[in-house]
């Protein structure tokens, strides 16, 4: 049973429902907020003319002509004002169409006014509410465009004149329209880039958190399962032993694609200039595969880092291949201030002598330009270990940074 209040007692204001607020418009336009000032210079040179037309009208000849091209003045800055403000005019077309505008009103001072008037005065409309033409050309195209609009409304005043005056020290209209339009473009492709550099950090920052997201779900579900079943497959033997295998690798490439998918460095170099190198080898840790590493990240830049993980990669795909079955693999990291060295080594069958020699005489050159080369190409040394029936050991020591590059050779 509902209760109903009591006439005339107090009631509660309803709280869950709030007044509506307004909509609010995201300008998402990087020079935006160039536009929205850009309008307020507008207003303020608009104010200008209207005093300097009211201030020379007497003096013109055609005074009734010049208040008919003030209203039309009038018409385009309002108009235009509230289309750049707003966002639907800032194009070329429209950006085109006021040039036109404002250099056909600056050639109506020839009509309106006598060529006496016009050489000691500035041209009808003002130059400063002409210069609004120069600064959206800036806006929206760059210094460039904004220097070749100065130049035309610049050599539109002085075509009105019927004379180039080059002591600039007493007119320097040309100089202060092109350099206004150089300055404003300026400021807007600066504007431009910054906000690409912002966008692409957060596209990286939000690539790095989902691929962050799905290895952790691979690594509770997926990964472990593998672990499980290949683990499982060599206790059992017999014909689960193939089974095992294939599970160990379906794991260690899983793990790989991990790493690599929407991997920040790899899409792009200069959004992100050091990397955890201990965190980038962790991932190849498997039930083949051991990393050991310390604690603390080891921050070296982002292409070196990639350069050394490439080289392990190379170096594991050789334990897979050629080291025999059930080799497996052991991964140090050592963080020795100006230098860090990464060692890859297994328990396989070991490298017999003169098969290195024989591969290279044969054109198979993929560890000397795969492993090698890569580190070498840091200004590390690679250093192999090998004997018959005693595994491998590969030994990078790269220095942290291009200042400590080192000189070595392969051992």
Same mark, same amino acid.
């Given at each position: 049973?509902?209760?109903?209040?009591?006439?005339?007692?107090?009631t509660?204001?309803?709280?869950?429902r709030?007044?509506?607020?307004?909509?609010?418009?995201?300008?998402?336009?990087?020079?935006?907020?160039?536009?929205?000032?850009?309008?307020?210079?507008?207003?303020?040179?608009? $104010?200008?003319?209207?005093?300097?037309?009211?201030?020379?009208?007497?003096?013109?000849?055609?005074?009734?002509v010049?208040?008919?091209?003030?209203?039309?003045?009038?018409?385009?800055?309002?108009?235009?004002?509230?289309?750049?403000?707003?966002?639907?005019?800032?194009?070329?077309?429209?950006?085109?169409?006021?040039?036109?505008?404002?250099?056909? +009103?600056?050639?109506?001072?020839?009509?309106?006014?006598?060529?006496?008037?016009?050489?000691?005065?500035?041209?009808?409309?003002?130059? $400063?509410?002409?210069t609004?033409?120069? /600064?959206?050309?800036?806006?929206?195209?760059?210094?460039?465009?904004? /220097?070749?609009?100065?130049?035309?409304?610049?050599?539109?005043?002085? !075509?009105?004149?019927?004379?180039?005056? $080059?002591? !600039?020290?007493?007119?320097?209209?040309?100089? &202060? /329209?092109? =350099?206004?339009?150089?300055?404003?473009?300026?400021? =807007?492709?600066? =504007?431009?880039?910054?906000?690409?550099?912002?966008?692409?950090?957060?596209?990286?920052?939000?690539?790095?958190?989902?691929?962050?997201? +799905?290895?952790?779900?691979?690594h509770?579900?997926?990964?472990?399962?593998?672990?499980? /079943?290949?683990?499982?497959?060599?206790?059992?033997?017999?014909?689960?032993?193939?089974?095992?295998?294939?599970? =160990?690798?379906?794991?260690?490439? +899983?793990?790989?694609?991990?790493?690599?998918?929407?991997?920040?460095?790899?899409?792009?170099?200069?959004?992100?200039?050091?990397?955890?190198?201990?965190?980038?080898?962790?991932?190849?840790?498997?039930?083949?595969?051991?990393?050991?590493?310390?604690?603390?990240?080891?921050?070296?830049?982002?292409?070196?880092?990639?350069?050394?993980?490439?080289?392990?990669?190379?170096a594991l795909?050789? &334990?897979?291949?050629?080291?025999?079955?059930?080799?497996?693999?052991?991964?140090? &990291?050592?963080?020795?201030?100006?230098?860090?060295?990464?060692?890859?080594?297994?328990?396989?069958?070991?490298?017999?002598?003169?098969?290195?020699?024989?591969?290279?005489?044969?054109?198979?050159?993929?560890?000397?330009?795969?492993? &090698?080369?890569?580190?070498?190409?840091?200004?590390?040394?690679?250093?192999?270990?090998?004997?018959?029936?005693?595994?491998?050991?590969?030994? !990078?020591?790269?220095?942290?940074?291009e200042?400590?590059?080192?000189?070595?050779a392969?051992?």
């Open positions: 049973m509902t209760r109903r209040p009591l006439p005339g007692a107090a509660e204001p309803d709280r869950t709030e007044p509506a607020r307004p909509a609010r418009v995201v300008d998402h336009d990087p020079v935006g907020p160039l536009w929205r000032g850009a309008q307020i210079f507008r207003l303020l040179s608009y $104010l200008y003319a209207l005093g300097f037309q009211i201030a020379v009208n007497p003096d013109l000849d055609r005074s009734g010049a208040w008919v091209l003030f209203g039309l003045l009038s018409a385009w800055t309002l108009v235009s004002g509230i289309g750049y403000f707003v966002g639907f005019a800032r194009n070329r077309v429209w950006v085109g169409a006021e040039v036109v505008v404002v250099c056909a +009103l600056m050639l109506s001072t020839s009509y309106v006014a006598g060529a006496d008037w016009a050489w000691h005065n500035q041209t009808w409309p003002t130059t $400063l509410w002409a609004n033409a120069v /600064i959206s050309v800036a806006i929206l195209t760059g210094p460039v465009g904004g /220097i070749v609009a100065g130049l035309i409304v610049g050599g539109t005043s002085t !075509f009105v004149k019927g004379e180039l005056n $080059l002591d !600039f020290g007493r007119n320097a209209t040309i100089i &202060v /329209i092109v =350099a206004t339009g150089m300055a404003v473009g300026l400021a =807007a492709a600066n =504007a431009r880039r910054v906000q690409e550099q912002l966008s692409r950090a957060a596209r990286i920052a939000a690539a790095a958190e989902e691929r962050e997201r +799905l290895s952790r779900e691979v509770d579900g997926v990964l472990q399962v593998l672990a499980l /079943i290949a683990r499982r497959g060599r206790e059992i033997g017999g014909p689960t032993d193939e089974l095992a295998t294939l599970a =160990a690798e379906q794991e260690r490439a +899983l793990r790989r694609l991990i790493s690599d998918t929407d991997d920040p460095v790899a899409s792009d170099p200069d959004a992100q200039r050091s990397v955890d190198l201990a965190a980038a080898l962790r991932v190849f840790g498997d039930g083949r595969v051991s990393v050991s590493a310390p604690a603390d990240p080891v921050m070296i830049p982002a292409h070196r880092g990639a350069e050394i993980r490439a080289a392990v990669v190379n795909d050789n &334990v897979v291949n050629h080291a025999g079955p059930g080799a497996r693999a052991y991964i140090l &990291v050592e963080d020795l201030g100006s230098d860090v060295v990464v060692s890859v080594r297994d328990d396989g069958i070991g490298i017999p002598d003169g098969r290195l020699a024989e591969a290279v005489a044969q054109g198979r050159v993929g560890v000397s330009k795969s492993i &090698v080369g890569r580190i070498e190409s840091l200004g590390g040394t690679a250093r192999l270990d090998t004997e018959t029936g005693a595994g491998t050991e590969w030994e !990078f020591t790269v220095p942290r940074d200042s400590g590059r080192s000189r070595g392969t051992g």
